[in-house]
């Protein structure tokens, strides 16, 4: 793995000098819509444009001059907060699973931006498979579409078979139609889009839900300012669980 640098501002200003905000990167995209009331009830109030896609800024204040916010892709902010560049972000397990990085400590499943990963093929497949025909058990060999080709491996190395990956970064659900790949592994939802391309899913990977990650040598350099956010999160969940009680 590539080293991460160990300072997490590099660069930091003299003794005496104000320290530069921490930051906090946020997932751009229907995430961004779900993280408005957890940020609120953790007192993070960010610049009013950093939920306007149209914006052009991608750095934004908050009303803590100790704090700013980015506003990355989601596959982005894993990367953003494993090398030292946010001190902490939201993430969904998704990106935790393919990336797998251990400069990332991950203390609180946020609950929000639930879905599934899953293995999804056509439904004749599994007709196919009713009938007595091709049972993924018996494979050794699949060929499978995915923009997670680190967790597909893993998925189908833990059941003996290897997996061809092709990577694909959108439009999934098209690789079987298409004959680029018999299967494919992606988040679901609700499932109307694989329904619509004639897919159904084969097996549940897991649940996935977003996490408030945070850089590991932040936790020791980033002082009570950065603890003190954590501790913001872990109140507001706490208010958001009795709300709904």
Avoid: W
């Avoid at 953790?42 to 100790?66: N, V």
């Avoid at 499978?144 to 970064?169: C, E, M, S, W």
């Avoid at 408030?212 to 999160?233: D, M, P, Q």
Wanted: proline letters at 7%; a neutral charge.
């Amino acid at each position: 793995m590539t080293a991460v640098p160990s300072a997490i501002r590099p660069g930091a200003p003299p003794a005496g000098a104000p320290a530069a905000p921490l930051v906090l990167a946020l997932p751009k995209g229907r995430i961004l819509d779900e993280c408005a009331p957890l940020l609120a009830r953790a007192g993070i109030r960010p610049a009013p444009d950093y939920a306007d896609e149209a914006s052009r800024r991608l750095r934004f204040p908050t009303d803590d001059p100790g704090l700013d916010v980015v506003r990355v892709r989601p596959f982005d902010v894993a990367t953003f907060v494993a090398f030292g560049a946010a001190a902490l972000g939201i993430c969904g397990a998704d990106v935790l699973m393919e990336f797998d990085y251990s400069e990332i400590y991950a203390p609180l499943d946020l609950g929000i931006g639930a879905c599934r990963m899953v293995v999804a093929e056509p439904a004749a497949n599994l007709d196919a498979k009713d009938a007595g025909s091709e049972d993924l058990r018996r494979l050794s060999r699949v060929r499978v579409a995915t923009k997670y080709p680190n967790t597909a491996r893993r998925h189908f190395a833990a059941r003996g078979i290897q997996a061809d990956v092709v990577t694909l970064n959108g439009s999934v659900e098209l690789a079987p139609g298409l004959g680029i790949a018999g299967r494919i592994v992606d988040l679901v939802q609700t499932g109307s889009t694989l329904a619509a391309n004639g897919l159904v899913i084969s097996e549940v990977i897991a649940p996935i839900t977003s996490r408030l990650i945070v850089n590991r040598s932040a936790l020791k350099t980033g002082g009570e300012a950065l603890f003190s956010l954590i501790a913001r999160f872990r109140a507001a969940l706490l208010d958001a669980s009795l709300a709904h009680a």
